[in-house]
């Protein structure tokens, strides 16, 4: 992992007060993401997933680039959880997930999730966006 990203992964982490931090990278093609980065994790299966960017949690923020929340404010959380395999494989119970973007284009993704029911506020929404921009600005070559 770059020394860089595992900083930025860790300050997030600790400023959302969570308990996995993670990013994933359009591949070549930019039809599918996988998880390339991540601290906090419980086991080594989040490099194994590899999914379409129109699906999951993650394929929203593709889909969508803006923020989303996975917490218990929404009424298909369980539904959306068994939906996304990085939650089943971190057994997260709530994450939010902001767009890593380029020239306007998302090209990656910044997660963070809880093994706890929580909510996710504006404030950490705020906390994740200023991190991505800065992961976005400061990294361009692993964004291309």
Same mark, same amino acid.
């Given at each position: ?23 994933? +990278? ?8 996988? +998880? ?101 600005? +400061? ?6």
């Amino acid at each position: 992992m770059d020394s860089c990203f595992e900083q930025d992964l860790q300050m997030i982490k600790k400023e959302t007060n969570s308990d996995f931090a993670a990013i994933a +990278w359009t591949e070549e093609g930019g039809k599918t993401h996988r +998880w390339k980065d991540a601290v906090g994790f419980s086991n080594d299966r989040y490099k194994n997933i590899c999914k379409r960017n129109g699906s999951g949690l993650a394929g929203v923020i593709f889909t969508a680039g803006r923020p989303f929340r996975l917490d218990s404010e929404n009424p298909n959380l369980e539904r959306k959880r068994l939906e996304s395999p990085i939650m089943l494989a971190e057994n997260l119970f709530a994450a939010a997930a902001v767009p890593i973007k380029m020239n306007d284009k998302v090209k990656g993704i910044l997660l963070v999730g809880s093994r706890a029911e929580r909510l996710y506020t504006k404030s950490d929404l705020s906390h994740m966006t200023k991190t991505a921009e800065k992961i976005g600005a +400061w990294h361009p070559a692993r964004m291309s």
